[in-house]
């Protein structure tokens, strides 16, 4: 600006307007290039998210007879089984993300200390599972867990135990069926977030006088937190919407929220009964998330105690 | 003007394609029904020989039910002309008006239980749920009744029963309190609930499809279940060790529909007319253990004596079971789930 | 006494080590003594091994043979968190998750160091590297220079008889660099404690060290103070490797040193008989006037190739009569200004006997 005013002189010169206009429209064009650069993506959110979700929300709000009403959702407090299928698939939800903790956390550790060749090796078989179906799978763990299954007939072939351990069709069928089908997403997350800690940090952490399992504790474990959460969020909001396992592995007595929409969608001739259930999971949902938002959004901005 | 061309290039279009062949739009349709071998049954016995008798062609799809048949009528995408549902879905579907009316005078309906003859609907074959036990567990002295299949103490084992089609596990409860077979329906639904809470806490397993009902009988992950008949004979011809029978069954009648709207319904008339006639009825059967809904097939001689009494909708065999109401399930669905659903949850 | 002036510091004995990876040899019967309070730097390029040995000193590498001890004990297979010793990290290695008061109190967390203490202590770290109040700061917070401190102070704050510091100062950018040197010996002297220092910057070691151990492909070249470094290499790396040299090839017969058919006059004894190098500092050689050749210099011919003015000084590229170039600089003092030969020009070198000085032809 100073050095246009001084080259073009006097005439051009009025409170500091020179080219003001010029400038503001280029702005102007730049900000509307970068909206059409977007304008796909912008689009397709809208096509793909915005409306469905909108039309879901609408559709809820009718009942049978094609009237508005809040029948749809006056129904979950109405029959005691919506509240226990409710309570039934957070229950799953957080014990399958417990699992997943428990068994993905060594197993990212493990994947992440070892050399590049052999963790890529060992990432493959984590990857492996994806590449069958989940009925697959599911149908597969049956055969291992049920009362005749390979499980408790080695058991009882080897004499540990006497009567067949209640394995399949049943709570435990679920989180074992759910927890090896979520563990890689789990695992991948956090195992990206580990391989970017600092191996001078944990050098750093011995060479000033924390224990090996110091170090981990008050170093790696912290440091891997970031990606552990996203890990438990991408579990355990797929574990809200989960069907194909837990209907074959619950054997009818673990009703989840997805199967129930399954259900309402059939037994009610309008839409409006499932989508009620999708809004609420949807909204339960998005409340989580926010939750987990605003606690790690705290932990970002602020420096986390050390007592 | 525009849309004078479009008018114009589609008769042109029509034109050419008629003429290139001679099978047309017009000369095909499609049929919607559960896939499997059921489908594949229903495939030799009723749409292979409508298709060479009437000249056209019929191609297949696979449903879900009635949330298909609404989704394609109300979204005024209906693909196809003729499906297969529930007799109790049915019922609804008719009430909802998601069907064309049938034409009695292409469609001879005599024969067929009048129960399963409506404006708009038509029974095409039955399937049972039938108490199958295993002779492993039990010899031949397994549960024979619904009233020992409740009945934990003199029968210990491990139990299943459907969890998804509430009706029948209703129907099989009344039956366990000792309803008798003519006085089941209307159903007593509160008393059937109350038979349902009795053995609720020995149930090892609420099965959700019939595929699941098999695996649980056969992996031997339950001693004793309520079962599709084509399911329990199934198991038998692959050599499993199970026993059953038509007493007490439950017989439930799928039917056939012409959604609204489907743009061939007069072929779709015709070939409905050939799958309910007695004649192709009676190859059903020879196929596969779902019973013709049409009596008289068993009057054409087509069916070796020796299987009759194998087919659940044989004169002899319906009398020893209990025959769904469509439309008291109709009425009464929503409710009896929903409390039936309360019910095994709790 | 915490963080006092004269610490008990140790010395460190470091005797045949060995560190192969495979069949690759990275450390081969390594020795080095440091003295207690000692600023010994380890220079070398990349890929000496000089990194190799500090890690093994810190106990992140296992030597495959020799002995490290400090104040006499042994500490060769002492695992990292109980060898006492400070260390400084190139990338700082700073915990991202802690803010800086929690990093440098860390060390003394782990010595179960009261909090009062520690507080204090922390404080007193803080100001000795000035960065005084910004304890609550977070590490993203701060800039290069502020991180390099914090990670000083990091490494101070427990007292360790022993500083390790891993090229520190490399991320910095040069001016920063430069005041971080003479901040880092001034610490030093105030602190005492003995401090092995790696780097690939000469001009670095020069500044701060009171040793230098020159290493390449895994051994130590020469070790000594820096000035004697530079003024008498014993070999062509070290004379290479430290400030710019010309070499000039000369022969040794009859106990006498000759280039071409000129006799040396040298103040060292002549060396064994045969080829070596005289290594001649830019800054040793000299334009000699015809009033000069009475002196004890050694007189070089030679034909001005280019001559480049840098303000303070200049630099002469000359070439020899047997064509070898070798580059000359000197300050712009009037005197020399004024009698600046031309390109093309012919010229005498001079060099005084006290400078020759022979490394072997390798």
Redesign the interface.
């Known amino acids: 600006m100073s050095i246009g005013s001084a080259s073009l002189g006097h005439a051009v010169r009025q409170d500091g307007e020179l080219n003001a206009r010029a400038l503001r429209s280029d702005a102007r064009r730049q900000a509307l290039g970068l909206l059409a650069l977007l304008s796909p993506g912008l689009f397709l959110v809208f096509a793909v998210i915005i409306v469905p979700i909108g039309w879901l929300f609408w559709l809820s709000l009718f009942d049978e007879s094609g009237q508005l009403s809040l029948a749809n959702y006056a129904r979950f407090f109405e029959q005691a089984s919506y509240i226990k299928t409710f309570a039934t698939t957070f229950k799953v939800a957080f014990v399958v993300t417990g699992a997943c903790v428990l068994f993905g956390y060594p197993l990212a550790y493990m994947l992440s200390q070892l050399p590049r060749r052999a963790a890529s090796i060992c990432l493959i078989f984590v990857i492996l599972p994806f590449w069958t179906s989940v009925l697959v799978r599911t149908y597969a763990w049956l055969v291992i867990l049920q009362r005749k299954g390979l499980i408790n007939n080695w058991l009882i072939d080897l004499g540990v135990i006497g009567q067949p351990l209640p394995l399949a069709n049943n709570f435990a069928g679920v989180v074992i069926g759910m927890t090896h089908i979520m563990l890689p997403f789990l695992v991948l997350p956090l195992y990206a977030s580990m391989k970017t800690i600092d191996v001078d940090c944990l050098r750093a952490g011995m060479n000033l006088g924390a224990s090996p399992a110091a170090t981990f504790r008050q170093i790696f474990f912290p440091l891997s937190l970031p990606g552990l959460a996203s890990g438990v969020v991408i579990v355990f909001v797929l574990c809200l919407g989960f069907f194909v396992t837990p209907a074959l592995m619950g054997g009818g007595k673990v009703i989840m929220w997805a199967m129930r929409m399954e259900q309402a969608t059939s037994l009610y001739s309008n839409w409006g009964a499932g989508a009620a259930l999708g809004v609420v999971l949807l909204a339960v949902t998005l409340a989580l998330l926010g939750l987990f938002q605003w606690l790690l959004g705290a932990r970002a901005t602020g420096v986390w105690s050390q007592r | 003007m525009t849309k004078r061309l479009c008018i114009h290039g589609l008769a042109v279009a029509g034109l050419l394609a008629s003429a290139a062949v001679p099978a047309s739009a017009a000369d095909t349709i499609t049929i919607a029904s559960w896939g499997g071998t059921y489908q594949e049954a229903q495939t030799k016995a009723f749409f292979d020989p409508t298709a060479k008798e009437l000249g056209i062609t019929i191609k297949q799809d696979t449903t879900?039910?009635?949330?298909d048949v609404?989704l394609q009528v109300t979204g005024n995408a209906v693909k196809w002309d003729i499906t297969e549902l529930g007799a109790d879905e049915c019922a609804?579907g008719s009430k909802?008006g998601l069907f064309e009316k049938l034409d009695y005078n292409v469609i001879d309906k005599s024969g067929i239980n009048p129960k399963l003859v409506h404006d708009d609907w038509v029974g095409i074959s039955y399937t049972s749920v039938v108490l199958i036990y295993r002779t492993d567990v039990f010899g031949d002295k397994g549960p024979k009744t619904w009233a020992d299949f409740w009945d934990v103490e003199k029968f210990p084992g491990?139990r299943?029963l459907s969890?998804?089609q509430a009706t029948e596990t209703l129907s099989v409860a009344a039956l366990a309190k000792g309803t008798p077979i003519d006085k089941v329906y209307p159903v007593d639904i509160d008393g059937a609930l109350q038979s349902v809470d009795k053995v609720k806490g020995h149930i090892?397993?609420?099965?959700?499809s019939g595929a699941?009902a098999m695996?649980?009988v056969k992996?031997?992950?339950v001693d004793m279940a309520s079962i599709w008949n084509g399911r329990a004979g199934t198991l038998r011809k692959e050599g499993a060790p199970v026993s059953f029978s038509f007493d007490q069954g439950v017989l439930t009648a799928d039917c056939m529909v012409i959604p609204k709207g489907s743009k061939n319904k007069d072929l779709a008339m015709k070939a409905l007319a050939k799958f309910v006639s007695p004649d192709l009825q009676a190859n059903l059967p020879l196929y596969v253990d779902n019973g013709p809904a049409n009596e008289k097939a068993f009057e054409t001689g087509k069916i070796p004596q020796e299987r009759i009494k194998d087919i659940n909708s044989a004169p002899d065999n319906v009398k020893k079971q209990v025959l769904q109401d469509p439309e008291f399930w109709r009425d009464n669905?929503?409710e009896a789930?929903?409390k039936f659903?309360?019910l095994?949850?709790? | 006494m915490l963080l006092s002036l004269a610490p008990s510091a140790l010395p460190i004995g470091i005797h045949g080590i060995e560190k192969r990876f495979g069949a690759l040899s990275i450390l081969s019967d390594l020795s080095l003594d440091v003295a207690a309070g000692e600023f010994l730097t380890l220079l070398g390029p990349s890929g000496s091994g000089k990194t190799t040995l500090l890690m093994i000193l810190a106990g992140f590498v296992r030597a495959n043979a020799g002995s490290i001890k400090v104040g006499g004990e042994e500490i060769i297979t002492m695992p990292p968190h109980k060898r006492n010793i400070g260390m400084v990290f190139q990338n700082y290695a700073l915990f991202p998750h802690m803010n800086v008061f929690h990093n440098i109190a860390f060390p003394l967390k782990q010595r179960r160091v009261s909090a009062a203490e520690t507080a204090e202590r922390v404080e007193r770290a803080l100001d000795l590297v000035q960065l005084k109040g910004l304890g609550e700061r977070r590490v993203d917070q701060l800039s290069g220079g502020q991180r390099q401190r914090v990670a000083l102070a990091r490494a101070i704050v427990f007292e360790p008889r022993i500083v390790l510091m891993d090229e520190p100062l490399s991320a910095l950018d040069k001016g920063l660099r430069e005041h971080m040197q003479i901040e880092l010996r001034n610490l030093h002297r105030r602190l005492g404690m003995t401090t092995v220092y790696v780097t690939h910057d000469q001009r670095e070691a020069i500044t701060m060290s009171d040793r230098i151990a020159v290493m390449n492909a895994g051994r130590i070249e020469q070790i000594d103070q820096p000035e004697v470094l530079y003024a008498r290499p014993k070999t062509k790396f070290v004379a290479g490797f430290i400030g710019e040299s010309n070499f000039i090839p000369v022969e040794c017969r009859n106990g006498s040193v000759w280039y071409e058919d000129r006799k040396l006059r040298m103040n060292d004894p002549a060396p064994s008989a045969g080829r070596h190098l005289m290594v001649v500092r830019p800054e040793k050689l000299r334009l000699l006037a015809d009033a000069d050749q009475a002196r004890p210099v050694n007189a070089l011919p030679a034909t001005v190739g280019d001559v480049i003015y840098q303000g303070d000084s200049f630099i002469c590229y000359a070439t020899l009569r047997d064509g070898r170039q070798v580059t000359l600089r000197d300050y712009c003092r009037s005197d020399v200004l004024a009698k600046l030969p031309a390109p093309g020009e012919p010229i005498t070198l001079g060099i005084d006997a006290q400078d020759v000085v022979l490394v072997t032809d390798q």
């Open positions: 879900n039910g009635l949330d609404r609804r909802e491990r299943a969890g998804s090892d397993a609420w099965w959700t699941q695996q649980l992996d031997g992950e669905l929503v789930t929903e659903n309360n095994i949850q709790q």
